[in-house]
């Protein structure tokens, strides 16, 4: 995957930015125009664009606006224009970051690390549920308790998100029913208590006397946190 996909006409300042950029240790690509970059954009995933305003063609706004019908990528102008009207439009298109040419590379480099660590290390966090001891990566579909992993049927693993998404709360059994295989499945209203008894199993110190996921006599089931 391309770390940076740099778009900038100017074919020396391009391969400049581009092998400083490597140095620091991304994979960048360098395009010359608008046009080259949305080609780009459509056979390649990147994790952000760094974008000059004027370039032959589309300008960068327009660039902008069309990644933004696509995607989220993150989008750095960095561009010589920088009257307050361009600032503005810029980040009325989408844009996450305006940078003033001539840049300083060292603040480059800086304002490229915020903005990955704002979105992707804030994404990657939301992504891995910490409960108590017990935590789940959603990317991987993994659990753990501590460093000791836990294996999961399907079934049991999204009951046990669907808990650990909502801890505190009793959650009735016909709406986990239905969370789980849905209002119209033809499995039995016993096939929650079996999975239940199931996920017990794997995750808890003493399945006969549940601590995580606790009976709610008569309604449902309630997660808790240990």
Request: include cysteine; charged fraction near 30%.
């Amino acid at each position: 995957m391309t770390d940076i996909l740099l778009v900038e006409d100017h074919r020396e300042l391009n391969e400049l930015i581009r092998v400083f950029l490597e140095r620091d240790g991304y994979a960048v690509q360098g395009v010359f125009s608008g046009e080259e970059a949305l080609g780009y954009l459509e056979e390649h995933r990147v994790k952000i664009v760094i974008l000059d305003v004027s370039l032959p063609g589309m300008d960068g706004f327009a660039v902008c606006s069309a990644i933004r019908e696509q995607s989220n990528t993150p989008v750095l102008f960095l561009s010589a224009r920088v009257e307050k009207e361009d600032q503005i439009n810029g980040f009325l298109q989408g844009a996450d970051d305006y940078v003033e040419k001539p840049v300083d590379m060292d603040i480059l480099s800086a304002r490229i690390r915020a903005l990955l660590r704002r979105n992707y290390d804030l994404k990657r966090e939301n992504a891995v549920i910490h409960s108590g001891a017990l935590s789940v990566d959603k990317e991987s579909k993994r659990v753990f308790i501590g460093q000791r992993e836990i294996f999961l049927t399907v079934k049991e693993y999204e009951l046990l998100v669907l808990f650990a998404e909502n801890p505190g709360k009793t959650l009735r059994k016909e709406y986990l029913f239905g969370a789980i295989w849905g209002v119209d499945s033809f499995s039995e209203n016993q096939t929650l208590t079996v999975h239940v008894k199931m996920l017990r199993d794997k995750i808890e110190s003493d399945p006969k006397k549940p601590e995580r996921i606790v009976t709610v006599w008569g309604i449902g089931y309630r997660y808790e946190e240990i």
